[in-house]
C-alpha cells in the first residue's frame, strides 16, 4: 500500500473525526475509494471503533432511481443507522464522474426529499467527507493518475494544527469585523458580515470543518452591493462555467453575465427566492492546492482564491436564533486573488495579492 | 449487461425474496459482485423498494480485525439497521478466497460473538444468500472464468415452482418417516427422523429457504448408527479433506479416518459435546449442479448427492419446543449416491442410483 494512503486514514480517523474507541462509525465507500477504505478500517480497528461499511455506488444508485417510479419514502432502517451514528465518514472517489448523468432532474429531488431526515441524522453526526484519488478525478482534473495522486497528498497531508493556527488569526478579523470589501482589475464588492462567525475550517470536527482536505475561512456575508468576476472556470450540473459576472443591489443580484455557460447561471439564479443572494464568503488559505482541478472539494479551499456561495448560508455562521440566506442551492463561485487584487476588513487591507497581512512580502 | 445476470436478480427479488413496495432491505456487496449489485437495485427500484446498501469487503475485514485489540462491541448502529430490515440480501462474490486466511481464529471468534445479537436480527429477517460468479470462484472450482459462470447460472436460473413440487413428494415421505436407511459400497448408516420436519429447500423465503440456488429437502437425524464414507472431497477450515468415514454408535461418532485432512476432522469432532453427532441429513435435487466446485452453497444441493453435517441442527426442522443437536459447528460432509446406493425410509427404497421412486428408470 501506498504509504500515503494510511496517512490519509490516519489523518481522517484522528486529526478530523477524532474517533475513539467505542465510537459507532458509518464508513461509505465509493466505487473507486477500496484501497482508502482498507486504511481507514485498519486505523479504526486500531482505535476500537465500531463499523458499519456501506456502499456509495453511484452506479447502484442510477439503476435503483431510473427503475423507480418516484413515490420515494424514507428507509426507516437508514434513518435508524444514522440516528444510533456517532461519525460517518465518506470516502468520494467514482469511476465515472457522469455515472449517474441519465437520472432525470425529477427522479434524482424526489429521492432527496425522501432522504431529508436521513440527511439531517447524518449532518447531526461527527461527519467528514473526503475523496481518495481514482482515475476518473484526474481524468476530470485533466491530468494523469499518477501526478493526480500528489495533488492529493499534498492537498490532504497537512500540518493541519499550523494551518488551523493561522486561519485562526483570519476568523479573529472577520468575527470582529463589520464590512468586507474585495477589489480587483474587474471586481468591486461590499458585504455585510456584522455579528456573523466565521469558521476556521481545519478540516476537523474540531474546527466544525467536515471536508478533508479543507483551509478555507468562511463566513455569511448579507446586503452585498457591487459586482464581481469570477475568473475561475468550474463545472455547474454537467455545464462548462467560465468567467461569470454578477451586479449586486440591496444583496440581490440584479445583472449577470458569463463567458460560457450563461444559461446555466440563469437557471441557477431562478432557482428560489435565495438563489440571487449570497450564502457564503471562504477565503482558501490551502497553498497544498495549486491548481484548479474542477473538484469544489479542492478548488474551493485553494490558497490566493476567494469564493462566494450563491445561496443557503450554513447555520454555523449565524448567531443563535438568526436565519441566514436560505435557498435549496449553494453554489461556489471561485475567483483568483493572487494579482492585482486586495481584501479589506472595515478599510483595512487583510490580504493584498494573496499575500495576508501577517505574512512576509506582504505590502499595507 | 449479461441478461443472466438480469434474470439472476430478477429470481432472487421475487421468487426469492418476495420483496414488496416499501420494503426496508439492506443489500450486502462483496467486493466482485457490483455487477448483480446494479441488477438487484435496478429489481429493487422497480419494486419500490428502500435499500441501503452495505459493502461486505474481505480486505475490509481483515484489515479491520488485524488492527483491533480484541475487546469488541456489538455495534448499536447495525443492530439498529437489522432489526428494522424486513429482508437482506447477502450478494457474495469475493476476489480472493484466501481474503482473509491470515486473521487469526481468536479474533475471529471474538468479532463473531460481539456480531451475535447483529446475527440474530438478520435471521429475523427474510434474508437471502447467493453469489455472483466471479474469478476467485472460478478459480476455487478450477473452472475457466466463461464456463464457471455457465455453471452458476444452470444452477441458479432453474423452474424453481416446478423444482418445489418435485421436492414436496421427498419432504412429504421424510415427514411421514420414522427411520432412514442409507446404504452405499462402503456406507450402512441408520438414524431416526421420527418427529422431525423436512425442509423443502426452493430457494425462497416461502418455503424456509434462504441460498440461492438451493434445491435440496433436509431434516434434523437423530439416533445415528453405522459408518458412513463421504467421497466427495471438499475443503475445511482451508485443509483439504477426502474419503472421510465415520462410525457412529448411539447418535455420536465413536471411529473416524480420512484419506486425507484427518487432523480437520479430528479437531472438528473435538469442538465441543454436540460436534460429533449429525445436525443435518439434506438430499441435493438440484440437477443444475452437475459437478462439484470446493462451494458448499453449490455442492451440497447437487442432485444424486446425500449429505449429512456434524454439528448443529436447525430450528425449523423442529417440532415447536423441542431442541436439536446444538454445536458452535454446523459442517456438511457429501456422499456421491448415482451409483451402487439406495436409500429407504421405514424400509422403502425411496431413491436408488440418484433416482427418485417418482422418476422414469427407478428400480424399486
Known amino acids: 500500500m501506498d504509504n500515503r494512503i494510511r496517512e490519509h486514514a490516519e489523518t481522517l480517523v484522528d486529526w478530523s473525526a477524532r474517533i475513539e474507541s467505542g465510537d459507532d462509525v458509518v464508513l461509505s465507500v465509493a466505487e473507486g475509494a477500496h484501497d482508502l477504505a482498507v486504511a481507514v478500517a485498519e486505523a479504526l480497528g486500531a482505535r476500537g471503533a465500531n463499523v458499519v461499511t456501506t456502499y456509495a455506488s453511484e452506479e447502484v444508485s442510477r439503476a435503483y432511481l431510473r427503475a423507480h417510479a418516484g413515490d420515494f419514502e424514507t ?8 440516528e444510533r451514528a456517532d ?44 475523496v481518495h484519488p481514482t482515475r476518473a478525478l484526474a481524468q476530470q482534473a485533466g491530468m494523469s493518475y499518477e501526478a493526480y495522486r500528489d495533488f492529493v497528498y499534498e492537498a490532504i497531508l497537512r500540518d493541519w494544527e499550523a494551518l488551523a493556527e493561522e486561519m485562526a488569526q483570519l476568523k479573529q478579523l472577520l468575527d470582529d469585523g463589520n464590512e468586507v470589501h ?24 474540531a474546527y466544525d470543518s467536515h471536508n478533508l482536505p479543507s483551509g478555507e475561512v468562511f463566513t455569511a456575508p448579507y446586503d452585498t452591493e457591487g ?5 475561475v472556470p468550474m463545472t455547474i450540473s454537467g455545464a462548462r462555467v467560465r468567467d461569470v459576472w454578477l451586479r449586486f443591489e440591496d444583496g440581490r443580484v440584479v445583472d449577470f453575465s458569463a463567458e460560457s455557460g450563461e444559461n446555466t447561471i ?34 474551493e479551499k485553494m490558497g490566493d482564491t476567494v469564493h462566494l456561495a450563491l445561496g443557503r448560508a450554513y447555520d454555523a455562521c ?4 438568526e436565519s441566514g440566506n436560505d435557498s435549496a442551492v449553494h453554489v461556489d463561485l471561485i475567483t483568483d486573488v493572487s494579482e492585482n487584487s486586495r481584501l479589506e476588513i ?6 493584498r495579492n494573496g499575500r495576508f497581512r501577517w505574512e512576509d512580502g506582504f505590502e499595507p
Chains 1, 2 share one sequence.
Not at 439564479?269 to 474542477?294: K, S
Open 318 to 321: 449565524l448567531p443563535e436564533g
Open 266 to 299: 440563469a437557471d441557477l439564479l431562478d432557482t428560489d427566492e435565495g438563489a440571487p443572494r449570497l450564502g457564503e464568503l471562504g477565503i482558501g488559505m490551502n497553498r497544498g492546492i495549486d491548481r484548479i482541478t474542477d473538484n469544489i472539494l479542492f478548488d
Open 227 to 231: 459586482e464581481v468576476v469570477f475568473d
Open 346 to 351: 472595515d478599510g483595512e487591507v487583510v490580504q
Open 87 to 130: 461519525s460517518v465518514l465518506i470516502l468520494g472517489g467514482g469511476r465515472n464522474t457522469f455515472a449517474t448523468a441519465d437520472v432525470d432532474g425529477e427522479t434524482r429531488q424526489a429521492a432527496a426529499r425522501a432522504k431529508q431526515p436521513i440527511r439531517e441524522a447524518r449532518m447531526a453526526t461527527d461527519w467528514m467527507s473526503t
Open 182 to 205: 474585495l477589489v480587483s482589475e474587474r471586481t468591486d464588492l461590499r458585504m455585510s458580515i456584522e455579528g456573523r462567525n466565521a469558521i476556521n475550517s481545519a478540516a476537523s470536527v
Open 75 to 82: 428507509s426507516e432502517h437508514e434513518l435508524a443507522l444514522y
